[in-house]
Structures are given as C-alpha cells and as structure tokens.
C-alpha cells in the first residue's frame, strides 16, 4: 500500500481508504463487515471514512465497535456532518455542529476524529458561522483537520478568503473515468491552496468494475439488485455506459490489472487525490481494490479509456 500527504496536513492517508456508504451498518451483514474491517488493517489501509448520517448513525456505531480494540494511532478516522439525521436536526450552525460531532464521537467510541468534513454546503447558515464553529472544534480537540464534501467552487474560495479560521485540507467530490467535473475548478482551486481531494464512487458504484452488461440480466447479489445499496447506481445502468465500460476491457487486460484496478489507478494519476474511497461487502473486494495502489500504467492507455467513454452519460 502506498501512502500520500493529506493537503496541508500532518496526515499520510493510504491510496485506497475504506468506506461505508450504503455499506456498514446498513447493506452488508455484520460478519463479512467485520471481516473487511480486518482485511484493511491487513492489507495496510489506515483511512477510514464515514459520516453521521450514513444509516443515520448506523455505519458510526457499526466502526465503533470494529476499531474498539485497535490502537487508535494505527488509523485515521474521518466522519462528516450536515446530513438530516431526524428531529430537524440537520446542518451546520454552531448548535449543530457541537451537537453532532458530541453523538458522533460517542457511536465511533472515540475522543476525537482526524478529520471532520462538511457533507454539504448549508446555504441556510452563514459561511462565518460554520467555519467558527469548525474552528472551536479542532481548538477544543475534538477534531484535528477539516474537510468539506462537494462543495461549488466559489463556496471553496469564499472559504479560503475567510481569515482567523482553521481552513480546510481536504475536499471529498465524486470523481471516476465516468464522472471528471471536478477537474475544471475544484482540483486546480484546491492544488493552489493546500487541500487533497479525497474521491468517492471511484469505480461508479461498480459499474467501472465491468460486471453490468449492456442489455443483460443485472447479476444477482450485486449493489444493482440490492434494495438497501441499489438506488445510486441506476444512474449509471445505461447501455451507453455500459457499452463503453466493455470496451475499456481490453486495456485492463494490455496493462495486466483488473478493470477495477484500472479505473481506481486512473483516479490515482491525479497528484491532487489522496485517497480514492471504496466501499465494500465483502473482505475479497477490498483485497482487488488494494492491487490499485501504487500500479504504474502507461497514461496511453488512460488516454484511450477517456476517449472511449468520452460520449457515455449517464441518466438524470
């Protein structure tokens, strides 16, 4: 496993970081859970990220039983706060995020995470707010960096130009073969200014993986069929889409890796990732999605992959 420095950061988060979206706590079952957990520590993963609302606390709970017996230093933990979790709680004014991040730490069985990131911009609260609030946080020793999730470009910039604030040193987009928007503003803004971007849905739920056939059966088993994980992924079941996932095959094959392993290296080309978030069901997954670390493919390759799936959209 290879490791890369967390913006601007004291943080060297593992290439391949384990998530829990949809996944823990909610649509995988408590043994093979477990079991991956333990895979990643194996397999020398050490970020692991989550959020409060995944499960509505479920996927917290899930990890703070996991990590209870570990040595809190032979991880890094990341979780996020913006998300309705019931009662009209939701966003992030001060009174939120205090409260929040108290629950949170209480379900992950910890006295602080290392990373604390904003799910959503709060249109509904303002930025001075939020970001004094965030700044009490890593002050009180409760958090020790900040993040934020999705964020517009000019949300980002106003963020920076705020003075007197703990600034954040990491961005979590959506960023895939299938999904590059965050190439245009949010990476060079953040390359300029000391923040890495942490990627989810790296493998398009799966679809990268090359499993969903054009005009076949969805196979059975798979986050496609499943009613706790299935609802994402539709977007991407196109045949458009996955005409071109097919023919990027024969490239996985000439640079002698997996189409999984393909996609998350392609995502890893960009100096400004981190750490591309995978989120499993079962530990066998994890281990392919290890192999991605570190492998030095030919950019030709990449190049022909962006060209093939150039004209693939998926739907609204």
């Given amino acids: 496993m290879k490791y890369r420095k967390l913006g601007a950061s004291d943080l060297n988060v593992s290439e391949i970081s384990l998530g829990s979206w949809l996944t823990f706590g909610v649509g995988v079952d408590k043994a093979p859970a477990l079991a991956s957990v333990d895979k990643a520590f194996d397999l020398g993963i050490n970020f692991i990220d989550t959020a409060n609302v995944y499960g509505r606390g479920a996927a917290e709970s899930f990890l703070g039983e996991a990590l209870a017996n570990r040595k809190r230093d032979s991880y890094i933990l990341a979780t996020k706060v913006f998300g309705d979790m019931g009662g009209g709680n939701q966003g992030l004014s001060r009174a939120q995020i205090e409260k929040q991040l108290d629950d949170s730490l209480k379900r992950l069985r910890t006295d602080f995470v290392d990373l604390y990131q904003c799910h959503r911009y709060d249109p509904n609260t303002p930025l001075e707010e939020t970001m004094a609030a965030l700044t009490r946080a890593v002050k009180s020793g409760k958090v020790r960096w900040l993040g934020f999730s999705e964020w517009s470009p000019q949300q980002i910039e106003d963020s920076i130009a705020m003075k007197g604030v703990e ?15 965050p190439e245009k503003k949010v990476i060079p803004i953040s390359a300029a200014n000391g923040i890495s971007q942490i990627v989810w849905s790296p493998i398009a739920q799966g679809v990268l993986s090359g499993k969903y056939k054009p005009g076949a059966r969805l196979p059975v088993h798979t986050r496609a069929t499943s009613d706790s994980m299935g609802g994402f992924i539709k977007s991407w079941l196109n045949d458009s889409v996955l005409e071109a996932v097919q023919k990027l095959k024969p490239l996985a094959q000439e640079a002698g890796c997996s189409l999984t392993q393909f996609a998350l290296a392609w995502v890893l080309r ?10 499993v069901s079962k530990p066998e997954q994890l281990e392919e999605n290890a192999g991605a670390s570190g492998l030095k493919i030919d950019p030709a390759l ?6 093939i799936v150039a004209g693939a959209e998926r739907s609204e």
């Fill in 167 to 181: 600034h954040f040193i990491s961005s979590q987009p959506q960023y895939s073969l299938l999904w590059r928007r």
């Fill in 270 to 279: 960009e100096p400004n990732v981190a750490s591309a978030i995978v989120g």
């Fill in 302 to 307: 990449f190049a022909k992959a962006e060209s």
